[in-house]
C-alpha cells in the first residue's frame, strides 16, 4: 500500500511536468493554469479554515492584495511585476497581522466578520484611490506570453504551497491547529497558546493567496479591484473549492480546484446563460451527498475498507 | 510543602459570588478532596486555578510563584493539569493523537510525543482503543482519555472534576484504581466527586464548601462529623 501510494504520487508529478509537452493547445493550458491559482487559493484556506476551523470570507483581501502588489510595482515604479510574487506574498501577510491579533482574541464569529469587512473594505479602498488607479485597475504588457511558461510557474507555486502545508499540517503545529479547531477549551488545558497558533496558521494562509493574486497578475495581466477583491468569485469561491474537494485533506483543493473550473467551463460553453443555475445546483447536490468532499469521501472508503480488512480500527489522518 | 495555596479567592459572576473568600492549600504529594452540593463552586475553583476564569479578587500561588495573572495556557505549562467535569475530547481525532496533543508540550518531536502518548496510553488502560476517534467513545473511555491527555503534559498537580460522574459502580471503581494508580506514582491531585463514600476512601484532606464558601477543611473524618457539613448534606434536621 505504501509503495502503490509512493508510486501513485511519483506518476502523478511526472504527469505535471510533461503534461504541456503532450497538451500544446493554449486554451486547455489556460484551464490548467487557473486550475493551480485556484488549488494555491483554496489550500491556504483550508490550512486556516479546514485544519485550524477558521472560516474566513474575506481570502480575496489576500489574493487582491498580492495581485496589486505585482501591478502596482510595473505601474509605478516600472519595475518587473514578477517581483511582485516576492512582495505580494508579504503584503498579504503584513494585512493578515492585525486582524488575527485581534479578531483571535475574541470567541465567536468574530474572524470571519472581520476578513468579510477586510475584503469589502479593500475592494472599495482601491476603487477610490488615486495610487491604485481606482476602478480603472491596472493593465500590464507581460513579457511572457507562452503558456507553457506560466503552466510550470503555477506548478512550482502550488507545488510550493502544498509542500509548505503538508509540513505544516503533519508536525507539531499540525496537531495544534486541529486541536483549536476540535475544542478551544481542551486546547488551552493542554498549555496551546491558541490564539498564537492560530496565526501561524493565517499568516502562511495569507501568504500563498498572496502568491497566487501575483501569480495572477502576472498571467492574466489585467486587474480591477472589482475582480480580485470580489467576495463572491474569490472569497465564497474559495470556500466551495475546498467543500467540493475536501476540507483538511492534503489534496481536497487541488481536486476540488479541477472540477470547479472544469465545469464551470463545460457548462459556460455548452448551457448558455443557463449555466450559473445548473452550476449551482450540481454544487449543492455535491455538497449534499458527499459532506466530506470528493478526497474525504475516498478516505472515508479507504479507511473503512482498511478496517475491513485489519479487522481494527483504522488511525484518523488529520 | 505547600504545592499550590489559595488566598482569599473570589470570583463573582454579577451579583452571584460562586466562590467567596476561600484559603486552602495542597501539600505536595497529597490527594485533597473538594466536596459540596450541586452548584456550590467546586468547578468555578478549578477553572480559577487553571485560569479559564479571572479571579474578582484575592491569590493563587503554585510552588510559591504567583499564578493568577498567567494566560491560562501557561498554567498547564508550569505544571498544572485538569480534565473537564463535562468531558471535551478531541473528538475527529485518535484516541492516541488526542494523548499527543498533550505531549507536544514537551516535545517538538512526533516521533518523542508517539511515545510518550504510548506510554501513557498504556498506563491508562487505552490500548484497545488507541486509533478509535474520540467521538466515538462511551463516557467511561471518554473520562479516561481526559486523564490520560492531561498526564501527557507532564504535570505535578492534576485537577480531577467529577472522574466518576455518570459511571456504573463498576467503572468508578476502575477509575478510582486508575488515580490511585496516578497517586502512588507521585502525582499531587484535587479531585471532586459527588460519591462521599470515594471521598473518604482516597483523600488525605477534604475541603467542604457550600455556596462558595469554606465549611470545613480537613482530615476526612474531621469534615464527615462537621455540623456544617451534615447541614449541608441531609438538612437542618440531622445537624
Ligand atoms: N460561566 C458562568 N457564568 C455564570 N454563572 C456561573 C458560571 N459558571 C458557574 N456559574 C454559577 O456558579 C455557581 C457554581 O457553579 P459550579 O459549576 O462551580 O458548581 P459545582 O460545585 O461544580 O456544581 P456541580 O456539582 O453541579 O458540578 C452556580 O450557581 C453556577 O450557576
Ligand atoms: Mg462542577
Known amino acids: 500500500m505504501k509503495n502503490f501510494n509512493l508510486a501513485l504520487k511519483i506518476l502523478l508529478v511526472v504527469i505535471a511536468v510533461i503534461l504541456p509537452l503532450v497538451i500544446k493547445a493554449p486554451y486547455q493550458l489556460h484551464i490548467i493554469i487557473l486550475i493551480f491559482i485556484w488549488a494555491i487559493i483554496g489550500t491556504s484556506w483550508n490550512l486556516l479554515g479546514g485544519y485550524t476551523g477558521q472560516v474566513s470570507f474575506g481570502h480575496a483581501a489576500f489574493f487582491g492584495v498580492g495581485a496589486y502588489a505585482a501591478g502596482l510595482l510595473q505601474f509605478h515604479l516600472g519595475v518587473s511585476p514578477w517581483w511582485g510574487m516576492l512582495l505580494g506574498p508579504f503584503a498579504a501577510m503584513v494585512i493578515s497581522l492585525p486582524i488575527g491579533l485581534i479578531a483571535f482574541r475574541l470567541r465567536g464569529p468574530y474572524f470571519a466578520l472581520a476578513m468579510l469587512a477586510l475584503g469589502e473594505i479593500f475592494r472599495l479602498l482601491f476603487i477610490n484611490l488615486a495610487f491604485t488607479n481606482g476602478a480603472k485597475g491596472i493593465l500590464i504588457m507581460p513579457e511572457i506570453t507562452s503558456k507553457m511558461f506560466y503552466y510550470y510557474v503555477g506548478l512550482s507555486a502550488l507545488a510550493l504551497t502544498i509542500g509548505i502545508t503538508y509540513l505544516i499540517v503533519h508536525s507539531k503545529i499540525g496537531f495544534y491547529l486541529v486541536s483549536i479547531r476540535e475544542d478551544q477549551d481542551a486546547a488551552t488545558s493542554l498549555g496551546i497558546p491558541t490564539t498564537l497558533y492560530k496565526n501561524l496558521a493565517l499568516l502562511p494562509s495569507a501568504f500563498f493567496t498572496g502568491l497566487a493574486g501575483a501569480l495572477y497578475m502576472n498571467y492574466v495581466a489585467f486587474i480591477d479591484p472589482n475582480i480580485v477583491f470580489n467576495l463572491s468569485n474569490i472569497s465564497v469561491m474559495a470556500i466551495m473549492v475546498v467543500m467540493l474537494g475536501g476540507v483538511a485533506t492534503t489534496w481536497g483543493p487541488t481536486v476540488g480546484a479541477a472540477i470547479y473550473i472544469i465545469l464551470g467551463e463545460v457548462f459556460r460553453t455548452t448551457l448558455g446563460s443557463a449555466n450559473v443555475l445548473v452550476f449551482g445546483v450540481l454544487v449543492c447536490l455535491i455538497i449534499l451527498f458527499l459532506p466530506n468532499g470528493i478526497v474525504g469521501e475516498l478516505d472515508m472508503l479507504r479507511g473503512f475498507l482498511a478496517r475491513k480488512k485489519e479487522g481494527a480500527a483504522g488511525g484518523v489522518k488529520i | 510543602?505547600?504545592?499550590?495555596?489559595?488566598?482569599?479567592?473570589?470570583?463573582?459572576?454579577?451579583?452571584?459570588?460562586?466562590?467567596?473568600?476561600?484559603?486552602?492549600?495542597?501539600?505536595?504529594?497529597?490527594?485533597?478532596?473538594?466536596?459540596?452540593?450541586?452548584?456550590?463552586?467546586?468547578?468555578?475553583?478549578?477553572?480559577?486555578?487553571?485560569?479559564?476564569?479571572p479571579l474578582t479578587s484575592g491569590e493563587l500561588y503554585f510552588k510559591d510563584q504567583r499564578i493568577d495573572e498567567l494566560p491560562a495556557h501557561k498554567i498547564c505549562d508550569i505544571g498544572i493539569g485538569?480534565?473537564?467535569?463535562?468531558?471535551?475530547?478531541?473528538?475527529?481525532?485518535?484516541?492516541?493523537?488526542?494523548?499527543?496533543?498533550?505531549?507536544?508540550?514537551?516535545?517538538?518531536?512526533?516521533?518523542?510525543?508517539?511515545?510518550?502518548?504510548?506510554?501513557?496510553?498504556?498506563?491508562?488502560?487505552?490500548?484497545?482503543?488507541?486509533?478509535?476517534?474520540?467521538?466515538?467513545?462511551?463516557?467511561?473511555?471518554?473520562k479516561r482519555?481526559?486523564?490520560?491527555?492531561?498526564?501527557a503534559t507532564d504535570p505535578e498537580l492534576l485537577l480531577l472534576d467529577e472522574t466518576c460522574a455518570g459511571l456504573n459502580p463498576k467503572e468508578s471503581e476502575e477509575a478510582i484504581a486508575l488515580i490511585r494508580k496516578i497517586r502512588d506514582a507521585g502525582m499531587t491531585i484535587i479531585i471532586v466527586e459527588h460519591i462521599m463514600k470515594v471521598m473518604m476512601g482516597i483523600s488525605d484532606r477534604i475541603?467542604?464548601?457550600?455556596?462558595?464558601?469554606?465549611?470545613?477543611?480537613?482530615?476526612?473524618?474531621?469534615?464527615?462529623?462537621?455540623?456544617?457539613?451534615?447541614?449541608?448534606y441531609l438538612g437542618d434536621a440531622y445537624a
Open chain 2, 145 to 151: 482519555l481526559e486523564i490520560a491527555r492531561s498526564l
Open chain 2, 82 to 142: 485538569r480534565t473537564f467535569q463535562v468531558v471535551k475530547p478531541l473528538k475527529r481525532m485518535s484516541v492516541e493523537e488526542n494523548v499527543m496533543a498533550g505531549a507536544f508540550l514537551r516535545t517538538s518531536s512526533m516521533h518523542k510525543a508517539r511515545l510518550k502518548a504510548n506510554e501513557i496510553i498504556e498506563f491508562c488502560g487505552l490500548e484497545k482503543y488507541k486509533y478509535r476517534e474520540a467521538k466515538s467513545l462511551p463516557i467511561p473511555l471518554r
Open chain 2, 1 to 53: 510543602m505547600s504545592l499550590l495555596e489559595a488566598r482569599d479567592i473570589t470570583k463573582k459572576f454579577g451579583g452571584l459570588a460562586a466562590v467567596s473568600n476561600l484559603s486552602f492549600n495542597v501539600n505536595k504529594g497529597e490527594i485533597l478532596g473538594v466536596i459540596g452540593p450541586n452548584g456550590s463552586g467546586k468547578t468555578t475553583v478549578f477553572n480559577c486555578i487553571s485560569r479559564f476564569f
Open chain 2, 207 to 232: 475541603l467542604a464548601i457550600n455556596f462558595g464558601s469554606m465549611i470545613a477543611f480537613g482530615s476526612p473524618q474531621e469534615v464527615s462529623n462537621h455540623p456544617e457539613v451534615i447541614r449541608a
